[in-house]
């Protein structure tokens, strides 16, 4: 009986033991789980729905009509009346320069101009002395010819008569044709003076247009010495100082005006095959949003960028030179997955994150992700709608596949 007894003990204490052996044996083979504490943890839900793309980017603002003004002729910048950042007007005059031989460039051509309008009117009154004096012999050459006329008349019926001789009506019929002759030339010389005259006239006015054309020409030169802003706006660059010498050619000054308005936005290279004109867009600077549209995609690749420029719509109290952000609404894709982007996840990749379920256990699950649009990107494969992903980093070993959250 008691050996009996001492059987069945020995029977139990084996089987308990080949039961605790295959349970720790199915628990080294099975996946371990690590218990992660709930706070801090962000999980998100898998969306469903209407996806816009959107681009994001930084630039500044510039203004549509720009002004580079530029030296024309070596100076000395004498005067700087504003600086950057002040409103202007067409005519405001911005700074002063100073070059004396050119000043004196200019008295110059003003005394050669003078000059030459003195010589005209020296001229004319020459020439009115001249014609003066011309006509008056004319005049009394013609009277003359017309007594000898009058007299040849008056002996023809004379002669007739015998009164006075033949040959001296035939001398004084010879003296009227002389004298007929005379006024004839002396026409034609009147006449080629008075053509003489003109030309010479002319030859002094085209001397006067060239002083005058040289005169306007340094003038020109000299006015432009005071630089004047030549639109309205505000002045952006404003490079020279006070003394500096500067050249034809030197950049001075740029002005722009203050509407309309393009922003110039650096947007990742990655990103630009979703851009086109049109497409809307929102600027922000500070605290001010304003809206407009993109008409213009750089097709030039800049240190990994593509320039987009946006135009403005209306006015807005934003400057010229301004830094902004801008979001340009590219498209709408439907029918979409998507989350909140995981920190530092790239578009188009793949990333190992813990789908969790209705008891808080996750398991380790790889998810597909594609687009990216401002904190959000697409999920290509992996999960489903309305399921529930662990974003956020968790100090969790990589052999880990199954956690359990701890409320």
């Given at each position: 009986m008691r050996n009996s007894a001492r059987s069945w003990v020995y029977g139990g204490l084996s089987i308990a033991s080949a039961v605790m052996l295959a349970s720790g044996w199915l628990m080294g083979f099975a996946d371990p789980v690590q218990v992660v504490s709930a706070?801090?943890?962000v999980i998100e839900k898998v969306r469903s729905g209407d996806f816009a793309l959107t681009v994001e980017g930084y630039g500044t603002l510039q203004?549509?009509?720009?002004?580079?003004i530029t030296a024309t002729s070596t100076a000395i910048v004498d005067e700087i009346r504003l600086k950057a950042g002040a409103p202007v007007e067409p005519d405001t005059v911005i700074l002063t320069l100073k070059n004396p031989e050119l000043e004196g460039q200019l008295r110059q051509a003003l005394a050669?101009?003078?000059?030459?309008?003195t010589s005209k009117r020296q001229l004319n009154l020459q020439q009115q002395r001249e014609l003066l004096n011309s006509e008056s012999q004319f005049a009394e050459l013609k009277a003359e010819a017309e007594i000898a006329q009058l007299q040849m008349e008056a002996e023809r019926s004379l002669v007739e008569s015998g009164v006075i001789s033949g040959i001296s009506a035939k001398r004084n019929q010879l003296k009227?044709?002389?004298?007929?002759?005379?006024v004839e030339l002396e026409k034609a010389k009147l006449q080629k003076l008075q053509q003489v005259h003109q030309e010479t006239l002319s030859i002094q006015d085209e001397l006067i247009a060239q002083a005058e054309d040289n005169y306007q020409q340094v003038k020109h030169q000299v006015d432009q010495l005071s630089v004047k802003a030549g639109i309205s706006g505000v002045i952006q660059q404003l490079p020279v100082t006070l003394g500096e010498s500067v050249v034809p050619g030197t950049r001075i000054a740029t002005v722009g005006s203050l509407f309309p308005l393009v922003a110039e936005i650096k947007v990742p290279q990655l990103q630009a095959n979703l851009l086109m004109s049109g497409q809307q867009a929102e600027i922000t600077a500070l605290d001010q949003s304003v809206y407009g549209q993109v008409v213009r995609i750089d097709p030039v690749v800049s240190e990994g960028a593509v320039q987009v420029d946006i135009l403005l719509d209306g006015e807005t109290k934003l400057k010229p030179m301004q830094m902004v952000d801008a979001l340009i609404q590219a498209k709408v894709d439907p029918n979409v997955r998507f989350i909140h982007a995981p920190a530092g996840i790239q578009q188009n990749s793949k990333q190992q994150l813990f789908k969790v379920a209705e008891d808080n256990s996750g398991v380790r699950v790889e998810v597909?992700?594609?687009?990216r649009s401002g904190d959000l990107i697409q999920v290509i494969a992996g999960v489903s709608p309305g399921?529930?992903?662990?974003?956020?980093q968790i100090d969790v070993d990589e052999s880990i596949s199954r956690i359990q959250l701890k409320l």
């Open positions: 706070q801090g943890v203004s549509v009509n720009r002004r580079l050669f101009l003078k000059s030459a309008k009227a044709a002389q004298l007929r002759q005379r597909n992700f594609g687009k399921e529930r992903l662990i974003t956020s």
